[in-house]
């Protein structure tokens, strides 16, 4: 994080990062958590959090479910955890409503989980989906808790804009062959979002 002289007291944006897999969030967060100020927080990816820890995968739609379930609720208290603090911008990496993208059914989500949909829209101000690259288009498994293949990426991504599509202030990133300039085009979406004190180290490599 860059310094900040800033002392003024500022109302949080909750901002959701969003994609399907291979999009570049985690990327995307580090270029965006040495660029700007204090003011900003990111929050770690509850998935992350819940199968880096040991929590089992499976295909078996038990699991599936029980999976989201708990993802869900480590959202809502990572996101509770930042109440109260001097911050401009509270950026999570994805959102409560990604867990509809992975759930295999039958029973409903929102059912399942206690809240409905309009409801877990309006907790977030902005979403940024940085749309998933295809196989040739640069896709692979660098992160070790990425499971899908190129072609079910997709699909999830396709997913996740569908479910996204209807929050009244979604911004969309495309896949660039040139990673940087994809990086560059969303840290330009957060620099619309912050005060004027935060983005001013807001840069990459020159742009």
């Known amino acids: ?10 109302t949080p944006l909750r901002v959701v990062l969003t994609g399907g897999p291979g999009g ?3 990327a995307v967060l580090e270029l965006i958590r ?3 100020c204090h003011h900003l927080r990111i929050l770690p990816e509850a998935a992350g959090v819940i199968f880096g ?6 295909s078996q ?17 990572l996101e509770a955890m930042t109440q109260g603090e001097n911050l401009a911008l509270v950026l999570c990496d994805r959102g409560t409503i990604d867990g509809l993208a992975y759930w295999p059914g039958p029973t409903d989500y929102w059912t399942e989980i206690g809240t409905t949909a309009e409801v877990e829209f309006a907790r977030y101000d902005a979403v940024i ?8 288009g640069g896709y692979n498994h660098q992160n070790p808790l990425r499971i899908e293949t190129a072609a079910e990426a997709a699909r ?4 996740i804009a569908d479910l996204w599509n209807a929050h009244p202030r979604r911004f969309e990133v495309p896949a660039h062959e040139d990673f940087l300039q994809k990086a560059y085009n969303a ?4 620099r619309t979002l912050v005060p004027p004190c935060c983005p001013s180290s807001g840069t990459l490599n020159g742009r």
Do not use: N, W
């Open 129 to 136: 989906h940085l749309r998933t690259p295809t196989l040739d």
């Open 53 to 58: 820890g040991g929590f089992p995968r499976s």
């Open 156 to 159: 999830i991504d396709a997913r």
């Open 187 to 190: 840290m330009a979406i957060i």
């Open 61 to 77: 739609p038990l699991t599936l479910r029980a999976a989201q379930r708990a993802i869900y609720h480590v959202q809502h208290e």
């Open 24 to 26: 570049g969030k985690t």
């Open 34 to 36: 040495m660029a700007f």
């Open 1 to 10: 994080m860059q310094a900040c002289s800033c002392t003024e007291h500022h």
